[in-house]
């Protein structure tokens, strides 16, 4: 069963002589329960490619499935609240609001997608992530490795199908990284599915997928062992 499809995307800007494609009719299943990095040089679709799959930009051609929905056919509206319950995002910059405490800020999904957060809830997923004894703390007080990792709380107190990351691990050192890395991959060994753009090597060998674009394409792909090869 796939959790994603793309189905010949194409993402072009501007007109005629002038006009760039990011994206050069992109075809793509990727399976729940699976890892997907997406490597490649500056320029050659990657965060096109993620915020297409993502539903945060609209492709020029082509059709991109969630499930069942076909993204491109949706309302701006319907979009919206389609990535606040069925998507997560991490971010390189952690992108946590500085005044709000880590309980807080991984409540704030449920707020947007119209749900009461339930404390207990909040407490379980910052626990998922090793930081049920931080939920108090701001992210002045916490270190980059935990403030992503609240990050990571939050992208998935929603449930989401799918979780998105746009180099995630670029704002960290490399022990604090492979920490965050070790934590995506036990939850896409629990079913979680996981498609992350990074420019990294080390993280791109959790991913059990690894593609490359160049030029709006998939120019190459590499399924590896993944988790044991990097324990
Ligand atoms: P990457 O993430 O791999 O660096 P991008 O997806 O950002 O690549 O960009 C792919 C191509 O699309 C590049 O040539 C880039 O200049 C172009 N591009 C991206 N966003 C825009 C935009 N908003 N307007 C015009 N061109 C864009
Ligand atoms: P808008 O104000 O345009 O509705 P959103 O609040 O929907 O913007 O945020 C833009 C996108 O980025 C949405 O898809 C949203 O789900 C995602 N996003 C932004 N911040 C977060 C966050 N902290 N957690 C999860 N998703 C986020």
Known sequence: ????????????????????????RVSLDI???TFTAVMGPSGS?????LQCTAGLDRPTGGQVFLGDTDLTRLSETKLTLLRRKRIGFVFQAFNLLPSLTAEQNVALPLRLAGRRPK????LEVLERVGLRERAGHRPSEMSGGQQQRVA???ALVTRPEVLFGDEPT??????TSREVLSML?????????????THDPVAASYADR??????????????SPAAEQVA
């Open 1 to 24: 069963q796939a959790a994603v499809r793309l189905r010949s995307v194409t993402r072009s800007y501007g007109k005629d002589a002038s006009a760039v494609t990011a994206l050069d």
């Open 31 to 33: 399976p729940q329960g």
């Open 45 to 49: 679709g990657k965060s096109t490619l």
């Open 119 to 122: 404390r207990a809830q909040v």
């Open 152 to 154: 990571l709380a939050r």
């Open 170 to 175: 670029g704002a960290l050192d490399s022990t």
């Open 185 to 197: 991959r036990s939850m896409v060994d629990g079913g979680q599915t996981v498609i992350m753009v």
């Open 210 to 223: 690894v593609l490359f674009l160049a030029d709006g394409r998939v120019q190459d792909e590499l399924y």
